[in-house]
């Protein structure tokens, strides 16, 4: 079992953070991402399951099931995806007013390298961390327009 975990701080308010980062409509075909849905339960209930296409650095299918969600809080959920499984909790911190703190730690569970010819572990490291810059950037256009004047 491999394990990582980092943060990043976003200039954002935190409910607009957390607002972007569930949002799969906004991640659909783009980034990493191809196609995107939920395919059992409500959006982001304890038990709902999201498929989820990723495009980057190869074309792969991932299951996610959702095992904890507090909004403006935490996201907790199980990936399947090739023979590895993994486990991650992000949490989101409001570290000013208009400063958000989001962190991730990941476990991941299950070989895959010898198939693919490398280490699968650094690549989903890699990815994730691409995937939190793409909502970082996100969150700031965003936080700017909302402070722009009409």
Request: aromatic share 10%.
């Given at each position: 079992?491999?394990s ?25 075909h ?10 059992k ?8 399951r ?39 909790w ?35 490291l ?17 936080a ?7």
């Open positions: 079992m491999q990582f975990a980092f943060e990043v701080a976003v200039r954002c308010p935190l409910e607009l953070v957390f607002k972007i980062y569930i949002d799969i409509d906004r991640w659909r783009r980034s990493i991402f191809g196609e995107m849905r939920w395919v339960g409500s959006p982001w209930q304890e038990g709902s999201l498929t989820i296409e990723t495009r980057v650095p190869f074309r792969s299918m991932v299951d996610q099931v959702v095992q904890h969600f507090t909004a403006n809080e935490s996201v907790n959920y199980l990936s399947h995806v090739l023979a590895i499984t993994t486990e991650t992000v949490t989101f911190h409001r570290d000013a007013a208009d400063e958000t703190i989001i962190r991730v730690r990941m476990q991941i569970v299950g070989k895959l390298s010898r198939a693919l010819g490398f280490a699968i572990e650094p690549v989903i890699k990815t994730t961390k691409r995937f939190l810059e793409d909502v970082c950037r996100d969150c700031e256009a965003a700017k327009d909302a402070s722009a004047p009409p």
